[in-house]
C-alpha cells in the first residue's frame, strides 16, 4: 500500500468551546451538509472532539448523521481502570461509553499541562491496552524549528512512545503532526514544508514499526478550507486535525470534501 492510498481521516479538535447550544447546532448543521454533500466514508474517516461532559451528547448527535462520524475524546487518565482519582476518567471508562478513538500528547496538554513522556505513554498505553485508537500529536516549537532540530525533535516525540507499543498496536495508532507556531496562529506551514516533515515522519515510522506505509499522518495547525486543497494534494499528508475551522460546519465540511476528493 503506497502511502497516498491511506484512506484520510479529518477530525476536528473543538478544544475547550463551544457551549452546548453552538455544539448542537454545529452539529446539526454538519448533519444537513453531510446529507446534502455526502462524503463516502471509505473517501475519508471523520472525528469530532468535543469537551469530556459532551462526549455521549454529541455522540448521540452524530448518531443521526447518514454516515459514520467518530466521538473523540480529547484526553483520558493516565490511570486505568477505576478506583478513587477525583475528576479522572480512564480508557475502560471511555470505551464503556462507546468512545473508541482518543488525542493523546497534544501540545496544549504537554506546554499547559506539563504532560512529560512518562504520563504520555502510561496514557498511550491504558488507551491501547482498554482497545481505544489513539491519535498521538508530535511537534516542535519555533525555537527548536529555528535551530534546525524540527525533525529530530518529532522524531524523538516517535520514539518515545516506541517503548511502551506492543507491534500489533501500531495499527491503532494515527500521527498527527502539528508545528506549535502553526497552532491557531493563522501560520500554516507550506505544503512543501508538511510534506517534508511527514515523509520523515513515515521513514521514523518505517523504521520503527514497519507499519509506516499503512499509518495515516494528519497535518495540523491553521487548516482551513483555502489551505486544505494544497495540503491534501500531498502524497504523505493523510488529513487534517482541524481546530479553529472545525467550529464553523460549513468549514469543517468544506476541509473533509478536500481530503476525500483526494481518494
Ligand atoms: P488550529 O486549527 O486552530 O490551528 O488548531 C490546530 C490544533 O491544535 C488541532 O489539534
Do not use: C, D, E, R
Given at each position: 500500500m503506497s502511502a497516498s492510498t491511506i484512506t484520510p481521516w479529518v477530525v476536528g479538535n473543538?478544544?475547550?468551546?463551544?457551549?452546548k447550544a453552538d455544539a448542537l447546532k454545529l452539529i446539526q448543521d454538519f448533519n444537513s451538509l453531510l446529507n446534502n454533500a455526502p462524503i463516502a466514508e471509505e473517501k475519508c474517516i471523520l472525528g469530532i472532539a468535543p469537551i469530556s461532559i459532551a462526549l455521549t451528547t454529541i455522540q448521540s448527535e452524530l448518531s443521526t448523521a447518514n454516515r459514520k462520524v467518530h466521538t473523540v475524546a480529547q484526553d483520558v487518565s493516565r490511570?486505568?481502570?477505576?478506583?478513587?482519582?477525583?475528576g479522572e476518567q480512564s480508557a475502560e471508562l471511555l470505551t464503556d461509553h462507546g468512545i473508541q478513538y482518543v488525542l493523546i500528547g497534544h501540545s496544549e496538554r504537554r506546554e499547559i499541562f506539563a504532560e512529560n513522556k512518562d504520563i504520555l505513554n502510561a496514557k498511550i498505553q491504558n488507551a491501547l491496552n482498554a482497545g481505544l485508537t489513539v491519535i498521538y500529536c508530535v511537534g516542535e516549537s519555533l525555537e527548536q524549528r529555528e535551530a534546525g532540530q524540527a525533525e529530530a525533535v518529532v522524531l524523538q516525540q516517535i520514539c518515545d512512545i516506541a517503548a511502551v507499543v506492543q507491534a500489533e498496536q501500531w495499527r491503532n495508532i494515527v500521527i498527527a503532526y502539528e508545528p506549535i507556531w502553526a497552532i491557531g496562529t493563522?501560520?500554516?506551514?507550506s505544503p512543501q514544508d508538511a510534506q517534508a516533515m511527514h515523509a520523515q515522519i513515515r521513514q521514523g515510522l518505517n523504521q520503527i514499526t514497519g507499519y509506516g506505509s499503512t499509518m495515516a499522518i494528519l497535518y495540523g495547525g491553521s487548516v482551513k478550507p483555502e489551505n486544505a486543497v494544497e495540503l491534501a494534494a500531498c502524497p504523505d499528508i493523510n488529513g487534517a486535525l482541524v481546530g479553529?475551522?472545525?467550529?464553523?460546519a460549513e468549514s469543517f465540511h468544506q476541509i473533509a470534501q478536500a481530503f476525500a476528493n483526494t481518494q
Open positions: 473543538w478544544k475547550m468551546n463551544p457551549v490511570i486505568s481502570g477505576t478506583g478513587a482519582y477525583t493563522g501560520k500554516t506551514a479553529g475551522a472545525s467550529l464553523n
